[in-house]
Structures are given as C-alpha cells and as structure tokens.
C-alpha cells in the first residue's frame, strides 16, 4: 500500500519518493516504469526484490534485501518486490523522475479495455486461449 508521495529536487533533478508498507507475504507485482529507474530502500523486514533484464538475455536478476539494504531496478525494465517475511515490511523507494508512470504488466496484458485479441495472447505465452479468456475474466 503506497502511504506517502513526496517530491524531491536533488542536485536540480525532480525525484519522487514513494513509502510503501507491504504486508506479509505482500507484493508489488511486476511493473514497469517507462521514464524512471528505481531504488529501493528497506527501512523494515525482509524483501525478495528483483527484475529482468531486456531481450535477447532475460536475463533474472534478485536479491533478498534486509533493513538497510538498497537496491536499484534500471529504467524501463519489468521489475517487483515481495515481502518474504511473516511481519510487516517498509522500504522507500526513490524514482528519478517527477512523473515516471507505472505499467503493471498482468493487468494491462489481461485487463486490457478493450481486451486484446485472446488468439494473439495464447500464441505469444504458448497457452490454450481458454487459460487466456480466463485470465481476461479476472483482470
């Protein structure tokens, strides 16, 4: 859950900065930014956080973050964090533009209005277009 927005201008560049409280076992689900990179911040718990990197590599890339630790998801790139842990967990997050946008991908490739051709869909994640009208009734 996002608790608090602030704006910071640092060395004359317009950053926001995002409080987060994740529950246990919560998540922020994969997502994009397509104007920022991120850092990350635990003030609290323990996070599983990781990203993948662009095509043709893919390659997947994470860590186990502990209070104190930082961590950075490039621009651009699919991304998320989850609380491993049975307690709350807290970290800050700092994005390097003032309005850095967010793709959250299941939801705009299966909650899509209007929805995307489920033929197209099945073919591109090798599933049986049941499985996809099925995902499409849930986003």
Not at 54 to 61: K, Y
Not at 83 to 94: D, L, P, S
């Amino acid at each position: 859950m996002l608790t608090n927005f602030q704006d910071l201008t640092l060395l004359e560049y317009q950053w926001i900065v995002v409080c987060t409280d994740y529950a246990p076992y919560g998540e922020n689900p994969p997502h994009i930014h397509p104007r920022a990179s991120e850092t990350l911040i635990v003030l609290e718990g323990t996070l599983l956080a990781g990203f993948v990197t662009s095509n043709p590599e893919n390659r997947f890339i994470s860590k186990v973050l502990n209070k104190g630790d930082v961590f950075m998801f490039p621009f651009g790139l699919i991304h998320f964090q989850f609380n491993i842990g049975n307690t709350y967990a807290v970290a800050i997050a700092a994005l390097s533009c003032q309005k850095p946008g967010v793709i959250t991908i299941a939801n705009a490739t299966f909650g899509s209005n209007p929805p995307i051709n489920p033929d197209i869909l099945a073919r591109a994640f090798q599933l049986d277009k049941k499985v996809v009208k099925y995902l499409q009734a849930v986003f």
